[in-house]
Structure formats: C-alpha cells, structure tokens
C-alpha cells in the first residue's frame, strides 16, 4: 500500500511556505502558473517516457513525485502499475490535480512529510529541482529524498544543463505570444554568480495586467553529484533523456538516477 504521511495538509493550510529567497517562496512558481500551465507546457516532457524509464527501475513501485503540479507524469506513472504520491507546494496547482489513482498532498520539497524508508522511487522531473531557489534547501531536498528511499531505492532527476554564461544574456526582454486580445511579455535577470534567473511573464490582455513570478537556482550535473555524495547517495546511471541515449557533456539535457545504500 502507498505509504501516507502523518496529519496530511489541507488546502487551507500554508505547507510548502516554509522559505522563501527575495520574496519568492516554494509555491510562487505553481501558484503563478496553476491556470495556464496545462495550455503553455503540454509537450515540455514526454510522460509516456518518464513512465516508461522509471519501470526499468521496478515494476508497481512505490513512487514519491516532486513538484506533481496537475497531475501529468502522476498520472503516466499509475497507468504503468505504481503507486503514486505527489507533493506540490502550490495549493492552486493541487487544485487542478488529476492523478488517476494517484494521491497529492500540499508539502514543500524541502521539508518531506513522509516517514524513512517509505519510497522505492522519488521522481523530480522537468528542472523541479531548480524551483528551489538557494542552495541551502536543494542540499536539504537530497537529504530528505535519502531519508525517505528504501534501500537500494532511486532518485530520478531530470534536468537542463545550465548554458554557458554569456552576459548578453543576463537582462533580457522578450515575447512569448501574441493574440488579438493578449500579448506575454517574458522579463529575465540571471545572476551567474548567485547560480538564479528571476522572471516575471507580464500576462496583459483586455481583462488587464497579470503577472506570472517566477526564479529558479540552476545546477549542473557535477553540483547534482555532490549534493547526492552529500547525501550517502551514489550515481548509477546519466543518460540525456528518457529514451536512454548516451549522455554528452556538451549536451542540453540530462536525466540522472542516484541509489541509496542497500544495507
């Protein structure tokens, strides 16, 4: 049976905002996108393949997801014979949640509310990681996923490569689209040195102005590694996506599966 944690959060309650860094906090990046992230992300990751990388793992896992959102790998997850349990710090994102099966619960990634040695899989996918937002809580968020894997349990991570800095990049304006009643405007700072790009989508339509905060710590794979070693946990396996392909260092992408001890 998936395990379920002890005096699980309702939605009116105030998990996953346990930190913040500049005024941003766990769920700023759900509670931005909750009502458009189905319609502006419906192909930023193949589900089907996620599925299916995760059961080369195992089959019927136990399977802790990170940053669930509305449901999509969730959802994958289940139709391929695990049991599924999502976190979202974002109560709108956990709204609109439909897991097939799957169980979500408002929790904040750095701070697991489950029991020791109750997954087989924690899956943290499409750059989660990088939501949050200092290095503090990412080491944290490693420690936790070591404490709640079985042993001989996998982490997944999947993530972009940070690209090379380039200070022509690191104040930017863009579009995103444009409509006969609605124009998004994208507005990014990277700082190199702090590892973050803070970003605001200016959503501007008849209705008005809404804006869409957002700001991620990126992390390359050899920072990855250290954390996990942090951790006590070992690098098994880093491919550049989910089909499997051989990871090139030069390379965008990468997905990395990190093992807990056996004994």
């Given at each position: 049976?998936?395990?379920?944690?002890?005096?699980?959060?309702?939605?009116?309650?105030?998990?996953?905002?346990?930190?913040?860094?500049?005024?941003?906090?766990?769920?700023?990046?759900?509670?931005?996108?909750?009502?458009?992230?189905?319609?502006?992300?419906?192909?930023?990751?193949?589900?089907?393949?996620?599925?299916?990388?995760?059961?080369?793992?195992?089959?019927?896992?136990?399977?802790?997801?990170?940053?669930?959102?509305?449901?999509?790998?969730?959802?994958?997850?289940?139709?391929?014979?695990?049991?599924?349990?999502?976190?979202?710090?974002?109560?709108?994102?956990?709204?609109?949640?439909?897991?097939?099966?799957?169980?979500?619960?408002?929790?904040?990634?750095?701070?697991?509310?489950?029991?020791?040695?109750?997954?087989?899989?924690?899956?943290?996918?499409?750059?989660?990681?990088f939501n949050l937002a200092d290095a503090d809580h990412q080491?944290?968020?490693?420690?936790?996923?070591?404490?709640?894997?079985?042993?001989?349990?996998?982490?997944?991570?999947?993530?972009?490569?940070?690209?090379?800095?380039?200070?022509?990049?690191d104040r930017l304006v863009s579009t995103r689209s444009i409509?006969?009643?609605?124009?998004?405007?994208?507005?990014?700072?990277?700082?190199?040195?702090?590892?973050?790009?803070?970003?605001?989508?200016?959503?501007?339509?008849?209705?008005?102005?809404?804006?869409?905060?957002?700001?991620?710590?990126?992390?390359?794979?050899?920072?990855?590694?250290?954390?996990?070693?942090?951790?006590?946990?070992?690098?098994?396996?880093?491919?550049?996506?989910?089909?499997?392909?051989?990871?090139?260092?030069?390379?965008?992408?990468?997905?990395?599966?990190?093992?807990?001890?056996?004994?």
């Amino acid at each position: 049976m998936t395990p379920e944690p002890p005096d699980i959060p309702t939605p009116e309650s105030t998990a996953g905002r346990s930190h913040a860094s500049g005024g941003f906090d766990a769920a700023t990046y759900g509670d931005s996108f909750a009502d458009v992230y189905d319609e502006w992300y419906p192909d930023v990751s193949d589900a089907a393949a996620t599925a299916g990388f995760v059961s080369r793992l195992g089959t019927q896992l136990d399977v802790l997801e990170l940053g669930t959102g509305t449901g999509r790998l969730a959802r994958s997850l289940t139709a391929a014979g695990h049991r599924v349990v999502g976190i979202d710090a974002s109560i709108p994102m956990l709204r609109r949640f439909e897991g097939s099966g799957a169980s979500a619960i408002a929790a904040d990634m750095a701070q697991l509310p489950f029991a020791n040695a109750s997954f087989d899989c924690v899956l943290v996918a499409t750059n989660t990681l990088f939501n949050l937002a200092d290095a503090d809580h990412q080491a944290a968020c490693f420690r936790n996923v070591a404490a709640v894997l079985r042993p001989g349990g996998s982490m997944v991570v999947e993530a972009d490569v940070p690209a090379p800095s380039d200070p022509a990049l690191d104040r930017l304006v863009s579009t995103r689209s444009i409509e006969p009643d609605r124009v998004v405007l994208t507005a990014t700072i990277r700082d190199e040195a702090a590892q973050t790009v803070t970003g605001q989508h200016i959503d501007i339509s008849n209705d008005g102005i809404r804006l869409r905060p957002w700001k991620i710590r990126f992390i390359g794979p050899k920072e990855l590694d250290r954390l996990a070693a942090a951790a006590d946990l070992v690098r098994t396996d880093r491919v550049s996506d989910w089909s499997g392909a051989a990871f090139d260092a030069d390379g965008p992408h990468h997905v990395t599966v990190y093992t807990a001890p056996s004994g």
